[in-house]
């Protein structure tokens, strides 16, 4: 009998860590510290060492991604059933040489596995496991609360983040959800099903539940595109050198998933505020192999997020610097809230115009370097200095959105007495976001 582990089916849920049994160190994990050596997700990946094959992960992996194969599979009903002999208090006696034994269960253990149960019939609490950051019982308490009142992981986002107006619209989940459970009807919604992956919640760029940096600044320019504006020129570079095989852009109503130059072009300085990370579902399932994206500031952080946990598709990450609530019908509290005007997380950072026909533009890790210089070379861009006024223009508004939406941040949670007032009132995906993932 062995476990069978079919990676192309896995989209890093976390599923088959939690429920491990062989993970659980309770004396620690249970209470949200680190732990896990048989199973764990690096890179959007599960990763499984050899193990005794009980079967309780294939029971619990909502995308078939792990089988058993043996002539007859054991199935778990309940993974909890692993902890049913220590459920009840036992009490053995035992009398030799007229002395009677008596063994009691230990109390503190038991509110432990408790704890790890309750855990488990989520599905969601992958930060327990993760390597890279703590979850206080706080949080712990307040997301199983949620699930249990909601009856689904997307309840916790609907409740936490897209009911207190923290969404953005920038479709990050209906684009992690495996199963084609959530829709943008005016806001996110779902409309199947929904498996506890809490793929949603983990690649939502209004969570902290994943560690992203910003880049910093390679170089600074002035430029000018051949084609319509430089996000059309840099995208249809990218297209002719084969660089890429699609881009997501936009029309000025909706995403467009742009496989030829022309099409690009045709979006040229159309850019709004439109849900383009919904897309990636799109190009992933007809097959595309190198995608193009383009963002506002949060949809930047969206895309990282899902490159970091494993989408290897994604080979160029254009940010729009932030349109300053040029949403159509009102500013959502989300954007008085982000500090992100730059798209620090993207490849190439591009502003509106800053002088007639030119834009500015931030080149943040080295391949967005080498994209930009490359375009110039063959014609495809004009780069030159933008001089210290212009720079010295936009970093102004860097600035202030940073200082605004601190503040706005800040003032937010001083209206409670402590970190644990916050989690329970304002809820655990908001306080850790507003906090910067860190307890005050």
């Not at 496991?129 to 992981?153: H, Q």
């Not at 986002?157 to 459970?181: T, W």
């Not at 503040?407 to 995906?429: D, Y």
Request: charged fraction near 30%; hydrophobic fraction near 40%; glycine fraction near 8%.
């Amino acid at each position: 009998m062995r476990l069978v582990y079919e990676k192309e089916k896995c989209i890093g849920c976390g599923n088959c860590v939690v429920v491990c049994p062989l993970n659980l160190s309770l004396d620690v994990r249970a209470m949200g510290g680190k732990g896990g050596v048989k199973v764990r997700v690096r890179d959007g990946y599960a990763e499984l060492e050899e193990c005794p094959v009980c079967g309780v992960c294939v029971r619990f992996c909502p995308f078939g991604a792990l089988r058993v194969e043996a002539k007859e599979v054991r199935e778990f009903e309940k993974s909890e059933a692993i902890f049913e002999e220590v459920r009840e208090e036992v009490e053995e006696k035992k009398v030799e040489k007229k002395v009677e034994i008596t063994y009691e269960i230990n109390r503190e253990l038991l509110r432990k596995i408790q704890i790890v149960g309750e855990c488990m019939t989520t599905g969601l609490l992958r930060r327990i496991f993760e390597e890279d950051m703590e979850i206080t019982p706080a949080e712990i308490r307040n997301l199983i609360s949620v699930f249990e009142r909601k009856g689904n992981v997307f309840g916790i986002l609907e409740e936490q983040i897209i009911s207190n107006d923290f969404c953005s619209l920038c479709g990050a989940c209906v684009a992690s959800c495996g199963k084609d459970a959530i829709e943008i009807r005016d806001r996110p919604v779902l409309v199947k099903d929904c498996v506890n992956c809490a793929s949603c919640i983990v690649r939502c760029p209004k969570t902290s539940f994943l560690d992203v940096e910003p880049n910093g600044e390679i170089g600074v320019y002035l430029a000018k595109g051949k084609f319509g504006g430089v996000i059309s020129s840099l995208f249809a570079y990218a297209l002719d050198k084969g660089i890429i095989e699609c881009a997501i852009v936009t029309d000025g109503e909706k995403p467009i998933l742009a496989t030829k130059k022309d099409e690009v072009i045709n979006c040229a300085e159309k850019f709004s505020i439109v849900p383009n990370v919904s897309m990636l579902k799109e190009a992933l399932k007809i097959g595309f192999g190198s995608i193009g994206v383009l963002g506002v500031p949060c949809n930047v952080l969206a895309f990282r997020k899902f490159e970091k946990l494993g989408m290897k598709q994604i080979k160029l990450i254009v940010g729009l610097f932030c349109p300053r609530g040029s949403y159509k019908k009102r500013v959502p509290l989300a954007c008085k809230l982000c500090t992100d005007f730059y798209a620090e997380f993207a490849d190439v950072s591009v502003s509106h115009i800053a002088e007639e026909g030119w834009n500015l533009i931030i080149t943040r890790t080295e391949f967005g370097e080498e994209i930009v210089k490359s375009a110039s070379r063959e014609g495809y861009l004009k780069i030159g200095d933008p001089g210290e006024e212009i720079v010295q223009k936009f970093r102004k508004f860097a600035e202030k959105k940073k200082e605004t939406g601190e503040k706005n941040r800040q003032e937010l949670l001083k209206r409670f007495e402590s970190f644990e007032k916050a989690v329970q009132q304002l809820g655990a995906l908001n306080v850790r976001y507003l906090s910067g993932g860190r307890v005050w």
